[in-house]
């Protein structure tokens, strides 16, 4: 069954640092989204993007944080300048175009510790 | 921003007995509804989900109900197993944007 993978499972980081997260979402899938869970809270919507350019953002995603799909299959979150507030479980998903369905499918999580 | 609800945080129920969770919603733009199941340190898994032209879907034991005018909707588990217990997420659609409750935690007891 296709699935969405993403890398790293975990990483740990220092404070102000650059962090990039790397997704391959479901090939043929037209729908990015990047998601992340603070330990203990609710899923939250960061960002989605259609087209190589990004539909809608939440007002998490500041200026610190910016998307690229840099080819045809991997899809990226780089968060510029880490802070300890950044610490969370980061979920990419994907869904397949206007006529495949509204159901978004979530990768395993990249689990980022800033210290 | 609180545009779909979990009120419970946690809920616990007997094996074989029915688990009943529940969501509500503020957006009236929301017309595609889904429930997802997460365990620690795994994505959410989707279980199953309604258009905003149904009430009621069905998959095994797997039902979800949605009520459009009181904007709420709700998924019954019959019967409960213990390998249901986990983490229940809400989730409502408008376009691209998809919102989540904060999850219930459900533990079915053997």
């Known amino acids: 069954e296709p699935e969405v993978t993403q890398t790293p499972s975990h990483q740990v980081t220092q404070m102000g640092q650059e962090v990039i997260l790397r997704c391959v979402p479901i090939?043929?899938?037209?729908?990015f989204y990047w998601y992340r869970q603070i330990l203990g809270q609710k899923v939250e919507f960061l960002v989605s993007?259609?087209?190589?350019?990004?539909?809608?953002k939440s007002e998490i995603f500041d200026d610190q944080f910016s998307v690229e799909r840099p080819d045809g299959s991997n899809f990226t979150l780089k968060i510029r300048s880490t802070k300890l507030e950044d610490s969370a479980m980061y979920f990419c998903a994907s869904r397949g175009g206007p006529h495949s369905g509204n159901t978004i499918y979530f990768g395993e999580g990249s689990w980022l510790t800033v210290v | 921003d609180q545009q779909v609800k979990q009120n419970s945080p946690s809920l616990s129920v007997q094996e074989g007995r029915i688990s009943i969770l529940n969501c509500d919603y503020t957006?009236?733009?929301?017309?595609?509804f889904l429930w997802y199941k997460k365990y620690p340190a795994e994505g959410p898994t989707f279980l199953i989900s309604?258009?905003?032209?149904?009430d009621k879907n069905e998959d095994g034991r797997f039902t979800v109900f949605l009520n459009k005018s009181a904007k709420h909707l709700s998924l019954h588990i019959v019967p409960s197993q213990p390998g249901d217990s986990a983490v229940y997420f809400c989730?409502?659609?408008?376009?691209?944007?998809?919102?989540f409750g904060a999850g219930t935690r459900l533990t079915v007891k053997p």
């Open positions: 957006n009236s733009m929301f017309d595609y």
């Open positions: 309604i258009s905003s032209i149904k």
């Open positions: 090939s043929n899938h037209l729908y």
């Open positions: 989730a409502a659609s408008a376009r691209e944007d998809m919102r």
């Open positions: 993007f259609y087209n190589n350019e990004i539909s809608e």
